[in-house]
């Protein structure tokens, strides 16, 4: 299965998580990885390090609050 099916099967599992801002695909070094966008990174969150043999980077990034401004 690709990393983008991985993705679209696990994305309603990683949103519902604590603290779980976004999900998407990145790169960590040379690999393909499924990155998890957290509030704020703690040890011992429930987002598992792997799903179907990928690997899940965990960026922390605060909260998400849209800025009101006119699209471009």
């Given at each position: 299965?690709?990393?983008?099916?991985?993705?679209?099967?696990?994305?309603d599992f990683?949103?519902?998580?604590?603290?779980v801002e976004?999900?998407?695909?990145?790169?960590?070094?040379?690999?393909?990885?499924?990155?998890?966008?957290?509030?704020?990174?703690?040890?011992?969150?429930?987002?598992?390090s792997s799903?179907?043999?990928?690997?899940?980077?965990?960026?922390?990034?605060?909260?998400?609050?849209?800025?009101?401004?006119?699209?471009?």
């Open positions: 299965m690709s990393i983008k099916d991985v993705l679209r099967k696990h994305e990683l949103m519902a998580l604590p603290d976004a999900v998407g695909l990145g790169r960590k070094g040379e690999k393909d990885v499924i990155t998890v966008f957290v509030v704020t990174k703690v040890q011992g969150q429930d987002i598992p799903l179907e043999g990928y690997e899940i980077d965990i960026q922390e990034i605060g909260t998400v609050t849209a800025q009101g401004g006119k699209p471009r």
